[in-house]
Structures are given as structure tokens and as C-alpha cells.
């Protein structure tokens, strides 16, 4: 009944219009230029010392390796619980409270600082694997892409807003309170991330539930897991579509969490001034570009096919990381930053919507399914992130770190092209 809901889909857009400040302002713009300048270039953590960027990019490597072995279970056992929501508002609570929570970011005080940035990312990154879920569930096959294109724009619009708001609040704040304001930013956007995910609780439904033998909780998370494993294996196009987005998505996510990173310390900007403003512009950029962006990749895959589309966005992206690989000028690195944002929602809603229509039809444990996609994302990010990381700690530069990327991507490239149009073996599930 809730398949076509307008009320229903346009509800579930607005936790892309919520949550999607968490990248933008924590992930992507002013937590970064914060703790970069903030935090001095070697730290202590645990006794072990560590370049700064490489601390945030191994931290991030370790929580979603967590996320791998957690979400899984979690998401069998929402769906044989019937209420994937419920799990949906419990991270995205503690992962906007800890946002909150991180306004009191303090350097000397760095493991449990570090420790709150761990919490707000595991609750952004485990609400999502329950609101991809309900995808299949509130939409026919054929609005997928534009549904799921449509959410990724909503996000982008809204952060974008958030994003003008805190940098106003920042750079109209006297000089010895910026700190401050910079602050209360983090605590704007768990505020923002919780207000605004009410109007999606308020309307999405409690998601379909799967009837299971009775089982303790633990089991039936562990039997719903095993058998959409056993499904996945026996197809051929599902199978081969997670071992592509699993290689890419290496590139991608890491690409997305440590841009700003390079682009404070590998690029020319001059005075440090030049540096904030000009990665705030980069940033902005990336947003605004990436609005028009999946919509136009929605309507390619419309065109030409899933499959097409996603062979071409993963073509621009060895292009572009190759590029980057020789820019060091600030003009350079905008003309980067724009193509970044062309393809960046493009292949993010556009994987989305391509495995929610690869889910046999009919099926109602979604969030299982999904976690298979999560769980690919998650690993790739621990094995992106900790090469990255690793090769900046070892080299001293996070330019020879891009090299890794390039490979991810190609590899991926390679693996899409292994992907059949059709299903071979399986077009039922249960």
C-alpha cells in the first residue's frame, strides 16, 4: 500500500534534506578547516604519534570496519522485527546528539573528542543503511533512479543552506570568537540533522515485516543475513553489480572524506585566509554542481541504462583523480572541484537506485539486502580510507595516496563491464 505513496516518498527525501549536513559540515567543510588549523600537525593519541590528517583518516577506516560487523545483524534483525524506522531513529538520534556533543571538541583532551567525531559518523552512516531500505519499498522500479536522484538534490540544497548559514555566523563573529561560533556550528547541525528528520519519522512507515520461526533476536538477524547471502550468490548480475560497487566505492567515499584534507595541505593558496575561503568556494562548488549533476545521470540512465551511466561517471573519475594527481594551483583545483560535484551525486543516488532495482521483486526484507550494499560501502571505505591514510603516513603526502584511487577505480571500471543487463539465474526471492 505505501508502493506510489507521494506523502510516504516525499517524507523519506527529507532525511537526505536532514542528515545530509552531517557530510557537508562535519565531513566535508568546517570540521575540517577547524581541526586542521585547530590541531597541531604530529598529535599524541594513546601514546602514539600520529600526522593529524592520517589520524582522522585511520579513525574512520577502524569505525567502519565496526559498521561492517554490526549492521548486518542489525538490519536482519529489523526487518524480522518489522520496524526498520525505529532502527532508523536510534542512529540518527545518537548520531545528531553527538554531533551536538562535538562543540566541545577539545585538543587536550583529544581521545574523547576523537571518540565523539567516531559516534556522530556511526550514527550517520548506520541510519542510512535503514532509510536506503525502505526504497524498494515506497517506489516501482521505474522511479527509483528519479526518486533516489531526487532525495541525493534534496541534500545537497538543504547543506548547502546550513552551510551559508554557519559561514555567515563564522565570519561576521569578531575575530577572537570565531572559535566559538565555529563551535556552535557543530551543535547547529545536530540540531538541523534531528529537527528536520521529524518530518520523515512523522510519515514513513514502520517497514514490512519478514515471519521467522521463533527465534532469539541475535538468530533471526543471523537467518535473515544467511539467506539473502545465499541469494546473492546463485545470481549473476547482483552478485557482480556488489563486487564492482565495492571496488569503486573504495575511491568515492574516501575521495568524499578527505578532499578537504588535501586540499588544505596540497594546493597553493598563499596566506592562510586565501586557504579558508578558497576551500569554502571549492566546497560549495562541489555542492551546487552536484544538484544538476544526478539528476542529469538519472536521466542518462533513463536514456542509455544503468549500467551505461554508472561505466561513464566511474570513466570521469579516473580522469579527474589523475588530474589531481598534478594540480597544486588554487584555479586548477576549482576546475577539479567542479567535475567532483558533476559525477559525485551522480553516482552515489545512481548505485542506490540501481541495486534497489537489482532486490528481486516482491521481497520484503529490503534492509537485509541493503546491508549487503552497506557492507560493501563500509568495507571499501575501511580498505580506501586505511590505504590513503597508510600511504600519507609512510610518504609524508597525501598526493601519492591518489595512485590508489586511480587503481580502485579502474578495477571497478573493469568489474562493471562483467555486469549482465538481465538476471540469469534467479528472479525470485524467498
Keep these: 500500500m505505501n508502493i506510489g505513496n507521494k506523502k510516504i516518498q516525499k517524507a523519506w527525501t527529507f532525511y537526505d534534506w536532514a542528515n545530509s549536513v552531517y557530510p557537508l559540515v562535519i565531513s566535508s567543510a568546517i570540521f575540517p578547516i577547524f581541526y586542521e588549523g585547530y590541531v597541531d600537525e604530529k598529535v599524541i593519541f594513546f601514546g602514539f604519534e600520529f600526522i593529524n590528517t592520517a589520524l582522522i583518516t585511520l579513525l574512520s577506516s577502524c569505525y567502519f570496519l565496526l559498521l561492517v560487523f ?3 545483524i542489525l538490519s536482519g534483525i529489523a526487518d524480522s522485527s ?9 542512529f540518527c ?9 562535538l562543540s566541545f571538541f577539545d585538543k587536550n ?8 567525531f567516531v559516534i556522530t559518523g556511526i550514527g550517520f552512516w548506520s541510519s542510512l543503511v535503514f532509510y536506503n531500505a525502505f526504497l524498494p519499498e515506497i517506489a516501482h522500479k521505474k522511479d527509483h533512479d528519479s526518486l533516489s536522484a531526487r532525495g541525493f538534490s534534496m541534500g545537497y540544497f538543504g547543506s548547502v543552506i546550513l552551510l551559508l548559514i554557519c559561514l555567515f555566523l563564522i565570519f561576521t563573529a569578531p575575530e577572537d570568537q570565531r572559535s566559538f561560533y565555529t ?10 540533522w534531528f529537527g528536520f528528520s521529524q518530518i520523515t519519522f512523522k510519515s514513513l512507515p514502520k517497514g514490512n515485516k519478514i515471519k521467522i520461526n521463533e527465534k532469539s533476536t541475535y538468530q533471526k538477524g ?20 556488489i563486487y564492482s560497487f565495492f571496488v569503486y566505492s573504495m575511491a568515492v567515499q574516501t575521495i568524499m572524506l578527505v578532499a578537504v584534507y588535501f586540499g588544505t595541505k596540497e594546493i597553493n593558496w598563499g596566506e592562510e585566509n586565501n586557504s579558508k575561503l578558497g576551500l569554502i568556494i571549492s566546497i560549495l562548488l562541489i555542492q551546487l554542481i552536484a544538484i544538476p549533476g544526478s539528476l542529469l545521470l538519472a536521466r542518462i540512465s533513463k536514456l542509455k541504462g544503468n549500467l551505461f551511466a554508472l561505466k561513464l561517471v ?7 583523480c589523475l588530474t589531481a594527481f598534478v594540480v597544486y594551483e588554487p584555479i586548477h583545483f576549482y576546475f577539479v572541484c567542479g567535475f567532483v560535484g558533476l559525477v559525485m551525486g551522480g553516482i552515489q543516488s545512481l548505485s542506490r537506485s540501481t541495486f534497489s532495482k537489482y532486490i528481486p521483486t516482491g ?3 529490503t534492509s537485509s539486502f541493503f546491508s549487503f550494499y552497506d557492507i560493501s560501502e563500509k568495507l571499501g571505505i575501511v580498505i580506501g580510507m586505511f590505504s590513503y591514510g597508510f600511504i600519507e603516513q609512510i610518504t609524508g603526502s597525501m598526493r601519492n595516496s591518489i595512485v590508489a584511487l586511480v587503481v580502485f577505480f579502474i578495477i571497478g571500471l573493469i568489474l562493471l563491464f562483467q555486469v549482465p543487463k538481465e538476471e540469469i539465474i534467479l528472479e525470485s526471492y524467498g
Design 70 to 72: 554490526i549492521l548486518p
Design 82 to 90: 518489522g520496524n526498520k524506522r525505529a532502527f532508523m531513529q536510534f
Design 93 to 101: 538520534y545518537l548520531g545528531s546528539f553527538s554531533c551536538v556533543l
Design 109 to 116: 583532551h583529544l581521545e574523547i573528542s576523537m571518540l565523539l
Design 183 to 192: 563551535r556552535m556550528c557543530f551543535a547547529l547541525t545536530g540540531f538541523w
Design 222 to 241: 543471523i537467518l535473515e543475513l544467511n539467506n539473502v547471502r545465499k541469494y546473492i550468490i546463485k545470481t549473476k548480475r547482483l552478485k557482480r553489480f
Design 314 to 320: 566511474v570513466f570521469i573519475w579516473i580522469i579527474l
Design 363 to 365: 521481497t520484503k526484507d
